[in-house]
């Protein structure tokens, strides 16, 4: 088939989705789903989804999803290394409009507001966020890039969605942001490397090689101004992968127990184990990812 990217290079069927964890339900949404390959776009996506299916995927996810509340969720290992990461590039001015897209119920904004309290914030998501901010606004479920109106907004934040997205979607959505990003507009994005772990599961739908997704931010009119492969190493060896699996594993025990027993603790002691266990001046894992930041160019 034709490239929906380019519209020009045949893409090819290189690579295959891994056999899914919970292998019924994920069935039942994604049957038969298949990649596709442009060697010119470098990127490869999921060509035989339907919107509906991962809409209904994620609706079905949230539903088990126990609500806790975490206290210092600001140091949020993932969000203050991104924080970190983007304040070396770029000065988060005051009275900035931040639209978030995929927060789930955590979301930047909560660890922005350590660097700048005074943040007019915008999401899109199927869940509501409870944070205790007043400019908190969410703009519906799902950001469609035809019909959903954008506010105007200095910076856009994709913490792990940009490999959600539907893949036909994707030129739309760049159009979109393109167009409702104020001069000199900011877009930060985190993404796993699944190519490089060769790590291609439901319902991730995008996969990028660095050249592929510099080319296609490039198409659109943004320029990379600083790029990141975190945990990139060629010797990601079978011990290496080994360890790290009990890592995480021993790592979401302890998480797990400090969200149950925080809530009956006095803040001295949480402030001291959330430090310890979650701040993180770095990667928060040992997986592979890359982290970028794109700035609109005036046409
Ligand atoms: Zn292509």
Redesign the pocket.
Known sequence: MK?L??N??ETKEIYTYRLPQHYQENRKFFPNIKIQT?Q??KISYCSNTERSNLDNYYKSIYEDKPKIKNRFKEFNSRFFSQILFYINHVRIHENIKVLEVGPNILGILPTLKIFQKKVSYYYYDQVVIKHNHKEIFKLGDYFDPLKSELPKVDLIWMSHCLEHIFPSDLKDMLNAYYKDLNKGGKIFVEIPNDMMSKNFKIPHTLFFEKEGVIKLFEKFNFKIIAFSEINHSSDKTEQNTKSEVNFTKDKSFLVKFYLLIQKFLPDYLVKKFAFKNFVLNGPYTNKVFIRFIAEKIDK
């Open positions: 490239c990217l380019c020009n290079h442009c010119e776009c």
